[in-house]
């Protein structure tokens, strides 16, 4: 929600990466370091199939980045969507337990 996410890879293109890229200002505005040190300690002890890898994390002036191992394809929520199981509200209810539930 604070941040972006970029595709990258390693100069000769072989690894892709998800970057997500947080400026140091909506960090500041929004008072979300506390979070984001969280999300790092916890990602980083995280060893899971069910999962994105957090591979490192930087730092520079002006942001903050998370460097994730790239999973191609949709997430949970456009899935479910997708093949129609249930509904935008449905779906909505049974991510939002999901999202709770970790």
Known sequence: MFGSV???SVKNGSLLYALKCVSRAKIINHSIAPNLINER?????IESNFVMK???TYKDDKRVYFLFEYIDGEDLFDAIRNINIVDNNAAT????CLVLGL
């Open 6 to 8: 970029f595709l990258c």
């Open 41 to 45: 300690e916890i990602l980083m002890q």
């Open 93 to 96: 209810f049974y991510i939002g």
């Open 54 to 56: 957090l591979v490192r």
